[in-house]
C-alpha cells in the first residue's frame, strides 16, 4: 500500500468537499464544535468518496474506535482520524490521540493503518463572524518525525502530539516501515510505564507512612 498515494488522494477529496468554504466557513462556539460541523459534512460524503477513490466503506466498530472514518482496501482497514486545529496560538490544544493500548491494538492486531486529516483553521480576517479554513493535511500517523509523539497520563497512557501535521509535513518518512514505528513507539512507552511505576510505587509510599504516622500528617514525595 502506497501510503503516499494514499493520502494524496484522500487529501484531495477533502480539499474539494470543502473548497466552496475555504473562505468564510460559519463561526462555532469553539474548536470542538467547528471540528464537529467538519465532521458531520464528511460523513454526508464519505460514501461517494469511497466509491470514486475505489475504498469500500466500512462502519466504526464500537465505542473504543480511534478513528472517526473507515474504508477497506486491500483486505486492509484504514482509519481516518480528522483533527481540526484553531492556528490562534492564544488558544490551547492538547494534540490529543488515543489510549497507547488501542493505538496498539488497532495497527498490530488489526494490521490497520491510522491516517491523521488535519483541518487548520482561523479567524476570517474580513468578517469576525466567520472561520477560514486554511490547510487541508492527511498524512499516516505511523510516518510522522519521531519527536512529534509524546505519552502522557497516569493509568492507561494518552498518545499525544507534540506539533501538528502541517508543522512536520517536510519531515515525514512516507516509506517508513511498520517495525521501525513500533521500535522507537515501544522505547517510549516502556520509558513512559517504568516513569508512572515509580510514580505510583512513592504514592503508595506516601499513603503507607500517612496511616503508620496515625493519620496526622499527609505529603506526596517527588
Same mark, same amino acid.
Given at each position: 500500500m502506497d501510503l503516499k498515494d494514499l493520502s494524496q488522494k484522500i487529501e484531495n477529496e477533502l480539499?474539494? +468537499?470543502?473548497?466552496?468554504? #475555504?473562505? $468564510? @466557513?460559519?463561526? #462555532?462556539? =469553539?474548536? /470542538?464544535?467547528? $471540528?464537529a460541523m467538519i465532521e458531520h459534512r464528511i460523513k454526508q460524503n464519505w460514501e461517494a468518496i469511497c466509491s470514486r477513490c475505489g475504498f469500500v466503506p466500512v462502519d466504526l466498530p464500537g465505542r473504543r474506535t480511534i478513528f472517526d472514518f473507515g474504508f477497506k482496501l486491500e483486505e486492509r482497514i484504514v482509519g481516518i482520524d480528522v483533527k481540526t486545529k484553531d492556528l490562534d496560538t492564544t488558544k490551547y490544544s492538547d494534540g490529543g490521540i488515543c489510549a497507547v493500548g488501542n493505538l496498539l491494538k488497532f495497527l498490530?492486531? =488489526?494490521?490497520g493503518q491510522f491516517v491523521i486529516a488535519e483541518f487548520g483553521h482561523t479567524e476570517s480576517s474580513a468578517d469576525s463572524g466567520a472561520r477560514d479554513l486554511e490547510y487541508i /493535511?492527511?498524512?499516516?500517523?505511523?510516518? +510522522?518525525?519521531?519527536?512529534?509523539? /509524546? @505519552?502522557?497520563?497516569? $493509568?492507561?497512557g494518552q498518545v /499525544? +502530539?507534540?506539533?501538528?501535521?502541517?508543522?512536520?509535513?517536510?519531515e515525514i518518512e512516507w516509506d517508513r516501515d511498520i517495525n521501525r514505528f513500533y521500535d522507537f513507539f515501544t522505547d517510549l512507552a516502556i520509558q513512559h510505564y517504568q516513569r508512572v511505576g515509580r510514580d505510583a510505587q512513592r504514592r503508595l509510599e506516601a499513603i503507607q507512612a500517612f496511616r503508620q504516622g496515625g493519620y496526622a500528617h499527609f505529603q506526596f514525595t517527588r
Open positions: 480539499t474539494k +468537499l470543502f473548497e466552496e468554504l #475555504r473562505s $468564510g @466557513i460559519s463561526a #462555532r462556539e =469553539d474548536s /470542538r464544535a467547528f $471540528g498490530a492486531n =488489526d494490521r /493535511r492527511v498524512a499516516p500517523f505511523t510516518s +510522522l518525525p519521531t519527536n512529534a509523539y /509524546r @505519552i502522557e497520563n497516569l $493509568g492507561t /499525544r +502530539l507534540n506539533y501538528t501535521v502541517n508543522q512536520v509535513w517536510e
